[in-house]
C-alpha cells in the first residue's frame, strides 16, 4: 500500500537555526499536508500543496512539493521555542475521498 | 469555525468492558470522519474512514467487530472499543473532513483511553 516516509525522525536545534523536515512517498500523491502536533496536543493543519513544484510560505514556514509529486519538504527558518513540536506531512494519492496517509513525523525541539 | 470535539477526552475502563468515544463537528457538516490511533511518540494510523449514513471503511488489521463505528449524522459520528483490553490503550483521534469540498481534515482534540 502506499506509504510516506518522513525524515529525520528528531531534531534538536539551537534556537535561530533553520530546520527541514523531509517526506517522501512510494507513489504520486495528489495532494500533500502538513500539520503540526504540539506535546500534549492533537494534529493542527498548516497547509496542503496540490500542484508540481508547488512553493508556498507562511512566515518563517517554506513548503515545497517536489515536480514529480512524490515528495515535499518544510523548511523552518530562524527556529523559536514557539516551533517546539511533531511536523507530520500527510499525503492523498488521489482527489477523491481517500484518506491521507500520515508520515512518522518528525519531532522538533529547540533549545534557547 | 471548524471546531471537532471529542467525548471523553479521557477514560479509564476495565477489561472487558466497551468504551465509546464520540466525534462532533460543532460548525460544520462533515459527510466523512476519520478515526486515528496514536501510540505515544508514534504518527497517526488510520483504523478507519467513517461515511454519514454507509458502514465505516475499515485499514487493514483492524477488527471491525472490535471498533464499531456509526456515523449517524452529518456531525457525529462514534467509535465503540468492545471488550476492551490493555493493549487498546491509546490516544484515540477523530477527523471530519468539510463537505464542501476543501480537503483539509479538521482533528478533535483526542481521547486518552487507558484500560486496566
Same mark, same amino acid.
Given at each position: 500500500?502506499?506509504?510516506?516516509?518522513?525524515?529525520?525522525?528528531?531534531?534538536?536545534?539551537?534556537?535561530?537555526?533553520d530546520f527541514t523536515t523531509?517526506c517522501?512517498?512510494?507513489?504520486?500523491?495528489?495532494n500533500i499536508q502538513w500539520y503540526k502536533q504540539r506535546?500534549?496536543?492533537?494534529p493542527v493543519f498548516l497547509i496542503q500543496l496540490v500542484k508540481?513544484?508547488e512553493v508556498k510560505k507562511q512566515k518563517r514556514l517554506t513548503f515545497q512539493f517536489?515536480?514529480?509529486?512524490?515528495?515535499s519538504s518544510l523548511h523552518i527558518t530562524a527556529t523559536q521555542?514557539t516551533d517546539v513540536g511533531t511536523y507530520f506531512c500527510a499525503?492523498?494519492?488521489?482527489?477523491?475521498?481517500?484518506?491521507?496517509?500520515?508520515?512518522?513525523?518528525t519531532?522538533l525541539?529547540v533549545?534557547? | 469555525?471548524a471546531?471537532?470535539?471529542?467525548?471523553?477526552?479521557?477514560?479509564?475502563?476495565?477489561?472487558?468492558?466497551?468504551?465509546?468515544?464520540?466525534?462532533?463537528?460543532?460548525?460544520?457538516?462533515?459527510?466523512?470522519?476519520?478515526?486515528?490511533?496514536?501510540?505515544?511518540?508514534?504518527?497517526?494510523?488510520?483504523?478507519?474512514?467513517?461515511?454519514?449514513?454507509?458502514?465505516?471503511?475499515?485499514?487493514?488489521?483492524? =477488527?471491525?467487530?472490535? @471498533?464499531? !463505528?456509526?456515523? &449517524?449524522?452529518? +456531525?457525529?459520528?462514534?467509535?465503540?472499543?468492545?471488550?476492551?483490553?490493555? =493493549?487498546?490503550?491509546? @490516544?484515540? !483521534?477523530?477527523? &471530519?473532513?468539510? +463537505?464542501?469540498?476543501s480537503?483539509e481534515?479538521?482533528?478533535?482534540?483526542?481521547?486518552?483511553?487507558?484500560?486496566?
Amino acid at each position: 500500500g502506499q506509504q510516506v516516509m518522513q525524515i529525520p525522525q528528531y531534531q534538536h536545534v539551537q534556537e535561530g537555526e533553520d530546520f527541514t523536515t523531509y517526506c517522501n512517498s512510494s507513489t504520486t500523491l495528489s495532494n500533500i499536508q502538513w500539520y503540526k502536533q504540539r506535546p500534549g496536543g492533537h494534529p493542527v493543519f498548516l497547509i496542503q500543496l496540490v500542484k508540481s513544484g508547488e512553493v508556498k510560505k507562511q512566515k518563517r514556514l517554506t513548503f515545497q512539493f517536489g515536480e514529480a509529486k512524490k515528495n515535499s519538504s518544510l523548511h523552518i527558518t530562524a527556529t523559536q521555542t514557539t516551533d517546539v513540536g511533531t511536523y507530520f506531512c500527510a499525503g492523498r494519492k488521489d482527489s477523491g475521498n481517500t484518506p491521507l496517509v500520515f508520515g512518522k513525523g518528525t519531532r522538533l525541539s529547540v533549545i534557547a | 469555525g471548524a471546531v471537532v470535539s471529542q467525548h471523553p477526552s479521557w477514560v479509564i475502563c476495565k477489561s472487558g468492558t466497551s468504551v465509546k468515544i464520540e466525534c462532533r463537528s460543532l460548525d460544520f457538516q462533515a459527510t466523512t470522519m476519520f478515526w486515528y490511533r496514536q501510540f505515544p511518540k508514534q504518527s497517526l494510523m488510520l483504523m478507519a474512514t467513517s461515511n454519514e449514513g454507509s458502514k465505516a471503511t475499515y485499514e487493514q488489521g483492524v =477488527e471491525k467487530d472490535k @471498533f464499531l !463505528i456509526n456515523h &449517524a449524522s452529518l +456531525t457525529l459520528s462514534t467509535l465503540t472499543v468492545t471488550s476492551a483490553h490493555p =493493549e487498546d490503550s491509546s @490516544f484515540y !483521534i477523530c477527523s &471530519a473532513r468539510h +463537505t464542501s469540498g476543501s480537503y483539509e481534515q479538521y482533528f478533535g482534540p483526542g481521547t486518552r483511553l487507558t484500560v486496566t
